[in-house]
């Protein structure tokens, strides 16, 4: 029977993770993709307004009428000086394939031909539909570029092209460079001729993806040519690979490109480290402690308290930050009491004698307040590192819930609050921590203050038997829901109500009051009834 | 003069604002969260309201929600918060608040001048 639970347990358990690892693996690979398609999309973008610029030139008359060559090349050298930085070569070619006019005369009456046999393309193209040229390097410069020609027309005749080169090096700083992929993943451009257009490495820049050399490099060997035959086709996707061992996973966005059914990638690569690192991050471990536990115990009930434990544990992550967020937005409201008392105070603007006394003492407690935020948080942090200690000695109840009430009468009086105190008149004592005591007692005292609105009422009860010392503290704030009151003692419980509602408090005050309580042998217990108050009473042994 | 509304559920800093604003001449009326903030918006035909975003009951976006389909125009919108939130303040601004303000970094007199720079703008 206790195997067949722990079978079953395993079962459960394994679901779990594989189900966790997948969800977190597919939402690594959403967000790297989210990346890689805004890239591509920029990248598009600049192509697009090339190509675009290149139209608007097509449509002048000085290009038009390339029959004086001189006035076409001061109109060229004009153009590129108000066009983008990236456009370098403006040349038009006539119906034959000439360079009749360029930015570099050198050009002119040269067979563009022997620059690739793109602009010939468009014009053998019945359509002649924009041409984009592979990639070429310039003689001497460390830069690719790529040659985009369009159709010029005079009237409805084709009178040849105009065009120009589109530096890379301008632009794959900005947008390939700068990008960060994963922890070591980078970005590579490539165009469906399979010619890296853009690598981090420069030296791998200009080579061709299916070259024998770069096909050995990836295993399975077929994934480059895989990749380019998608490329080809215009689709995205993703795939799994490994370069010398290490195992990777790319992601290519594809985006169509001028020219007829050209396209271009961006292609990601992440090594799958990255991913498991991430897993890791989010709580990974925390599932291999709970199969763990699992393994070294035979009890069925186990299997249910495991599974409970890893979604807690993979949530805490989650709270943690939360934590954070809310806890410096708490430090912040009483720093912002004391900084708005003292400034009306120094600037003058404040004279009577009543109004000073007053904002020194809003000022007093709200600094006081911050400190008990404070002495929370490092009391939780030692509690969780398991060196919360108590140091007794023989304190008397009474003194110390006068103390406590007495820290807050500011706050007390300006709301208004009826505060009853009702307390033996013989001392009570007992053997506790009085540091921690009283700071279990004040944060009741402090909820009971903060949730209570102006006018309301609080009590405190204190009474004792021969074995025990109730203290209770009753308010009449807006009470707590049936579905919060089982969850208002765990650690930052608050958080997500704090964030989502907008409801103040960093949820660490109960936590730290139930562990002080228990600490000293005794328990906490709350009863609450919604828009009448809460009651939270402390029951502690007399030694 | 003018009427200003806080909204506001720490009592001592509504208590400071209010002291600042009288003392520069303004009527002041003060209410302890959103919904009560809803309840004197509508009673009060105050020239700014300035409200809190983390507040028991209805929070200030909330407020705004509810509050910004029955403003009158002219009405300036000042949200102060202690809650350093790109996310927030461009949803206040984008619910029709004129500005976002982190209150912890703001002295009185910085605070007032934020106040007539809004009330003097049309």
Redesign the interface.
């Known amino acids: 029977m206790a195997l067949a639970s722990i079978l079953v347990g395993l079962f459960a358990i394994s679901k779990v993770k594989t189900h966790f690892v997948q969800k977190t693996t597919e939402s690594y690979k959403a967000q790297q993709t989210i990346l890689a398609n805004q890239v591509a999309e920029t990248l598009s973008n600049n192509l697009s307004n090339f190509e675009n610029q290149l139209q608007i030139m097509a449509t002048m008359p000085e290009v038009q009428n390339i029959q004086n060559v001189e006035q076409c090349n001061t109109k060229l050298n004009e153009l590129l000086k108000v066009g983008r930085r990236q456009l370098g070569n403006l040349a038009r070619v006539d119906p034959s394939g000439r360079f009749a006019c360029s930015v570099n005369e050198s050009l002119i009456g040269q067979d563009s031909a022997q620059y690739g046999s793109y602009i010939t393309d468009l014009i053998n193209d019945p359509e002649h539909k924009p041409v984009l040229s592979r990639q070429t390097k310039q003689p001497g410069a460390d830069s690719f570029l790529v040659g985009l020609h369009v159709p010029v027309f005079e009237g409805e005749t084709f009178s040849g092209t105009i065009g120009g080169a589109l530096y890379f090096s301008k632009f794959q700083d900005a947008y390939l460079k700068s990008v960060k992929f994963g922890n070591g993943g980078h970005a590579v451009l490539m165009d469906d001729n399979a010619d890296i257009l853009y690598h981090p490495s420069l030296e791998q820049n200009g080579k061709n993806l299916l070259d024998q050399n770069i096909i050995a490099f990836f295993e399975p060997q077929d994934t480059m040519r895989k990749l380019v035959k998608e490329v080809k086709a215009g689709r995205s996707g993703t795939f799994d690979y490994s370069v010398q061992g290490t195992a990777k996973i790319g992601l290519y966005k594809t985006f169509k490109v001028p020219g007829k059914d050209r396209y271009w990638a961006v292609v990601v690569t992440i090594p799958s480290e990255d991913i498991a690192q991430a897993i890791d991050d989010a709580g990974i471990n925390n599932v291999l402690l709970a199969l763990f536990l699992l393994f070294t115990s035979s009890i069925a009930l186990l299997t249910f308290v495991g599974l409970r434990n890893i979604i807690k544990n993979l949530e805490v992550q989650r709270m943690k930050d939360d934590f954070i967020s809310i806890t410096s937005h708490q430090l912040r409201t009483p720093a912002t009491v004391v900084k708005q008392n003292l400034g009306l105070l120094m600037e003058g603007y404040v004279t009577n004698k009543k109004d000073v006394d007053e904002f020194i003492a809003s000022a007093y407690e709200s600094n006081e307040n911050q400190l008990n935020i404070i002495e929370n948080i490092l009391s939780v942090s030692k509690l969780e590192a398991g060196r919360l200690e108590l140091q007794k000695e023989k304190v008397y109840v009474q003194d110390l819930v006068k103390q406590t009430t007495g820290l807050m009468k500011s706050t007390i009086a300006t709301k208004k609050h009826k505060l009853q105190i009702v307390m033996p008149a013989k001392p009570i004592t007992l053997m506790a921590d009085p540091i921690k005591l009283k700071m279990a007692i004040e944060n009741l005292i402090s909820n009971a203050v903060k949730y209570t609105p102006p006018r309301g009422s609080i009590s405190i009860n204190v009474r004792n038997s021969k074995e025990n010392v109730v203290i209770a503290v009753k308010d009449s704030g807006n009470g707590i829901s049936k579905e919060d009151i089982t969850q208002i003692f765990l650690r930052f419980n608050r958080l997500h109500s704090a964030l989502v509602s907008h409801v103040p408090g960093t949820g660490l005050g109960l936590y730290l009051t139930k562990k002080i309580v228990e600490m000293h042998g005794g328990e906490i217990t709350v009863t609450s009834k919604k828009e009448l108050g809460s009651t939270f009473t402390i029951k502690l042994p007399l030694e | 003069m003018a009427k200003v509304l806080i909204i506001e559920?720490?009592?001592?800093?509504a208590?400071?604002?209010s002291?600042?604003l009288r003392?520069e001449g303004h009527k002041v009326v003060v209410a302890?969260d959103g919904e009560e903030g809803l309840t004197k918006a509508a009673k009060a035909a105050a020239d700014l309201i300035i409200v809190d975003?983390?507040?028991?009951?209805l929070?200030?976006?909330?407020f705004l929600r509810q509050y910004m389909p029955l403003k009158k125009p002219g009405v300036k919108i000042l949200i102060l918060s202690?809650?350093?939130?790109r996310t927030y303040e461009k949803e206040a601004i984008e619910l029709g608040a004129n500005r976002y303000e982190i209150?912890?970094q703001l002295?009185?007199?910085q605070l007032l001048k934020i106040v007539n720079e809004l009330l003097n703008t049309k």
């Open positions: 559920d720490e009592l001592s800093l208590i400071a604002y002291f600042l003392h302890h975003m983390m507040m028991p009951r929070d200030g976006l909330g202690n809650m350093a939130s209150k912890a002295s009185p007199p």
